[in-house]
């Protein structure tokens, strides 16, 4: 509740940047974190695709950046569920330069988005 009142006041508070045109990548370059070891590792994904970042399934619905800044801000579509369950555990945008506004909860995991890739 308290993240959709989050968005809904991003995109109020930014009209301007809203009508930015946007472009999709091709995939997007992802981060994981063992929060238990501290280990990390990057992962390349293609739109479409699902991969696996430690015990998580991550698909990748769609990954969008400002078409006039291709090392801009990257907008990627994610679902995210634990391996061998169909419970999804994250199903949403996240933004690679605000990744607390709509992250991943898990005690364990964290994956978040670096950025685009561009053609």
Same mark, same amino acid.
């Given at each position: 509740m308290i993240r959709a009142a989050l968005v809904a006041l991003l995109v109020t508070a930014t009209g301007a940047a809203a009508q930015q045109k946007a472009e999709s990548g091709p995939g997007a370059m992802l981060r994981g974190l063992d929060k238990v070891n501290g280990q990390t590792v990057d992962i390349e994904v293609q739109n479409g695709q699902t991969v696996t970042v430690f015990g998580l399934d991550v698909a990748l619905g769609d990954c969008r950046y400002p078409a006039e800044n291709p090392t801009g801000d990257a907008f990627a579509y994610l679902t995210i569920w634990e391996q061998g369950k169909a419970q999804? &555990?994250? /199903?949403?945008?996240?933004? =690679?330069?605000?990744? *607390? &506004?709509? =992250? &991943? /909860?898990? *005690?364990r995991y964290d994956v978040w988005v670096i950025r685009c890739m561009t053609p």
């Open positions: 999804q &555990l994250f /199903d949403g945008w996240m933004i =690679a330069t605000s990744p *607390a &506004l709509n =992250a &991943l /909860d898990h *005690a």
